[in-house]
């Protein structure tokens, strides 16, 4: 008898401690937000009408985004948001916390072992990653690294990956989402583009360039031969993700990464007419449907948490890849275009809500950068000894919460290739700006604060704040174990600022 009792109060010590536990990870679930990572294709800071410079510019009176304007007042804006000036190195940076200098991919990917970097009569490109972020060590050419995804997943999190991946080169594990920490994924792959956004071409290139397949979305094939736009589709599979995530009770990351608006630029017929009446080109006109509709999408989904009732435990955070192309309008008064060193290439919309913890309508003129992505999504879990693994990236909770901090940290933008634009490194510290071009070694230095167009070189007037910058770029470059690019008449690499 007495063996009896012991044995059913050690079974009903261990089914409390069970319920206990069970409990506990039920209030952990509910206590976690939500993160929703709304991020845009080749989206420039002025292509919105949400103003992210002092002034209204024209850009921002064309174009029509009233779910930014709505997510703007409803949480923080950041004037001073950075990412590469191209899209892989961007989409490494935020999923490792690594800057470019350090991962290596620091240009966009495709296919396996091949660089798109083009001839340059001067210089040559370092092997850099061309095969992107891989699982597997052992893959040649690519960073392997725990991936933010990963962290959310081991933290509880369902992580949902809709729309471009753009990770890992064709025919490698990384390639694939759900290699990377994603539960789900629909729409990613290698590519970095659609091959069409039209529903009646099947999202594929075929249909003007036979045999071409390399750029076909996958995921979508019920919607093949339908009169719908690609935004669309992968909204209303986005939709449908977060709903079973709701259903289950489990907090969710998702990922939604449009492909818009990167090129091919092709009219939503949905919005085309208003723009073509209020006298825009018809290449104007078809890239404003596909700002318009990809603003859209972000209200749509903004509508259906809402619906769900969990838009109050959810963070939405928008941002861009990197800036806008140099064949649509220019970002002025930013300079420069995707690709470039310059504001332009680089500086990029941010706009976060979080409920309950930034109040309406906030600007934050603080500069952030894409590999403070990682870190800030693990804190907003609550995952801080995660966010403190963070190599590069400095998570800007504190910037969210409205402290002030200091802007003496240095960002570093490093492009040792010669694809489209020569080779560069770039480094910020405070209001000054230094530009490094590899294949003249020329030095360029701008104030932001008081030249935000990048017009006027100070490197020759301002002699000691040149060489502190140089110092300080060389100083990175080689704590990141930074790669340069080789001078073909020597063999030898270009040297380091400091040593011109």
Not at 173 to 179: F, Q, R
Not at 189 to 199: D, V
Not at 319 to 335: C, E, F, I, T, Y
Request: glycine share 8%; with cysteine; hydrophobic share 35%.
């Amino acid at each position: 008898m007495m063996l009896v009792r012991t044995l059913l109060l050690f079974l009903a010590m261990v089914f409390l401690l069970c319920e206990g536990k069970a409990q506990n990870q039920q209030r952990k679930k509910k206590s976690q937000p939500n993160i929703v990572f709304f991020f845009v294709d080749d989206m420039g800071w002025q292509d919105t009408s949400v103003p992210f410079f002092k002034e209204v510019t024209e850009l921002n009176k064309r174009y029509l985004t009233p779910n930014m304007e709505r997510l703007a007042h409803d949480g923080m804006k950041f004037t001073q948001a950075y990412a590469s000036a191209v899209c892989s190195p961007s989409r490494i940076s935020l999923m490792t916390g690594m800057n470019a200098a350090r991962h290596r991919v620091t240009n966009w990917t495709l296919k396996k072992n091949i660089s798109p970097d083009t001839e340059n009569p001067d210089v040559e490109s370092p092997k850099w990653n061309v095969n992107g972020l891989s699982p597997d060590s052992s893959v040649p050419y690519t960073i392997s690294a725990k991936t933010l995804p990963t962290l959310l997943s081991e933290g509880g999190y369902q992580t949902i990956h809709v729309g471009k991946a753009h990770f890992g080169a064709e025919g490698t594990p990384g390639e694939d989402p759900l290699n990377l920490g994603f539960q789900v994924n629909i729409g990613g792959h290698a590519a970095g583009g659609p091959g069409s956004y039209l529903g009646i071409h099947d999202f594929s290139a075929d249909w003007r360039d036979a045999g071409n397949h390399i750029w076909d979305i996958p995921d979508l094939e019920k919607y093949h031969g339908q009169e719908i736009y690609l935004t669309e589709a992968l909204t209303r599979e986005a939709l449908k993700e977060v709903s079973k995530s709701v259903e289950e009770a489990q907090p969710f990351y998702l990922y939604m990464s449009h492909y818009a608006i990167h090129a091919p630029w092709e009219k939503d017929q949905r919005y085309y007419q208003k723009y073509i009446e209020q006298g825009l080109s018809e290449q104007e006109a078809t890239y404003a449907t596909m700002i318009e509709g990809m603003d859209k999408s972000l209200g749509d989904i903004m509508d259906h948490l809402e619906k769900l009732g969990v838009s109050d435990n959810t963070i939405i955070v928008f941002m861009s890849d990197n800036g806008a192309h140099k064949q649509v309008a220019q970002n002025k008064p930013l300079r420069g275009y995707k690709l470039s060193p310059y504001e332009g290439g680089i500086r990029v919309p941010l706009l976060v809500k979080w409920p309950g913890v930034i109040q309406q309508a906030m600007v934050n003129d603080a500069y952030v950068i894409i590999e403070d992505i990682f870190p800030t999504f693990l804190e907003m879990a609550g995952m801080n000894k995660a966010a403190k693994g963070s190599i590069d990236g400095k998570s800007f909770v504190n910037k969210l919460k409205g402290e002030t901090s200091s802007q003496e940290r240095p960002l570093l933008w490093h492009y040792p290739n010669t694809y489209y634009n020569p080779p560069y490194s770039v480094v910020r510290k405070g209001d000054w700006k230094l530009i490094y071009h590899h294949v003249d070694q020329k030095l360029e230095l701008f104030n932001i604060s008081n030249d935000i167009s990048e017009s006027t070189d100070l490197s020759e007037t301002e002699l000691d704040k040149t060489m502190e910058m140089a110092q300080l770029m060389t100083k990175l470059l080689k704590n990141t174990d930074a790669q340069m690019p080789t001078i073909k008449a020597t063999g030898k690499p270009v040297p380091y600022p400091n040593e011109l």
